[in-house]
């Protein structure tokens, strides 16, 4: 299954019935029903219930529908992934991933299901663990028979578990997640704004998580959707650079050359490769 990075992500109570609802109008590009954190461990029996019964019901699918479970050796990851896959989810969001073993025993529990597509796996690095072990889970990315197409960052997490309270601090962590999922091929997105109301601060983070080279950021607010959406898409002069580039290139007298000049600027062919990237992001936009 070929799905392009999502700019912005939404995570969903299953438990939330209205939100549930709501899920095929908003336009984020993923909704994430997340089973883990966001549901009472008394209440992951009707949540599960909840989220096959509103999915049966919608008129139409949100553009990406991922279920976040918990972890299968958990008492609850089972249950959840036969309730994930009842709905035909094109992503299942693993929550702290520690190790590449991990990943392989929920790709291999898919075997177990009579699928007619295969969902990504979206492991979350959220752990001191999962933080040192990102690149060897990265190298899974590399063999699509493990279905391992993107990380996210748990910032929550890796700020509860180890103590950091200053964003600044934590960008060197960042940076390791975004390296190991471009080393093994990986989608990657930044954590959530807690904040939903200060949307100028979500739109600076949201900017600062581009720079880093971010895909995209997940969400806990609707309100959050636009200012994703807006700047994680390529703008017009990325736009126009990118349809430049790719134009020159398929010119007959520049076939084969492995570098060409545009107006007076040298371009090599990794640029063709990254303006391809940019154009198809443009589509999904």
């Not at 070929?2 to 209205?18: D, F, G, M, Q, V």
């Not at 976040?68 to 989810?89: C, F, H, K, V």
């Not at 180890?162 to 999922?181: C, F, K, N």
């Not at 807690?194 to 971010?214: P, Q, T, V, Y």
Request: one cysteine or more; aromatic letters at 4%; charged letters at 25%.
């Amino acid at each position: 299954m070929t799905i392009s990075p999502p700019r912005s992500a939404l995570y969903i109570p299953a438990s939330n019935a209205r939100a549930l609802e709501k899920a095929p109008s908003l336009d984020c590009d993923a909704v994430i029903i997340d089973l883990e954190d966001a549901v009472h461990p008394d209440a992951r029996d009707d949540a599960r219930e909840q989220m096959r019964t509103v999915a049966k019901i919608w008129p139409s699918r949100p553009r990406l529908l991922a279920v976040r479970i918990n972890p299968l050796q958990s008492e609850w990851g089972t249950e959840d992934l036969i309730a994930a896959l009842a709905i035909r989810p094109g992503a299942i969001v693993l929550p702290k991933a520690e190790s590449p073993q991990e990943i392989t025993a929920l790709g291999e529990a898919f075997n177990e299901f009579d699928l007619p597509v295969r969902p990504q796996i979206w492991a979350m690095i959220e752990t001191p663990r999962g933080l040192l072990n990102a690149p060897a889970m990265a190298e899974l990315g590399l063999h699509q028979r493990h279905g391992l197409a993107a990380f996210i960052a748990g910032t929550n997490d890796l700020a509860k578990a180890t103590g950091v309270r200053s964003a600044d601090a934590m960008q060197p962590w960042l940076m390791h997640i975004l390296l190991a999922a471009r080393a093994g091929g990986l989608a990657v997105l930044d954590g959530v704004h807690n904040d939903f109301r200060d949307i100028d601060g979500f739109e600076a983070a949201c900017h600062a998580a581009r720079g880093r080279g971010f895909d995209g950021k997940t969400l806990i607010h609707p309100s959050q959707i636009e200012p994703a959406n807006r700047i994680f898409a390529p703008s017009a002069d990325e736009i126009a650079e990118a349809r430049a580039i790719k134009t020159a290139f398929a010119l007959p007298e520049n076939a084969g050359k492995g570098v060409i000049e545009i107006d007076g600027r040298m371009v090599e062919r990794l640029h063709l490769e990254q303006a391809e990237a940019i154009l198809a992001k443009a589509v999904h936009s």
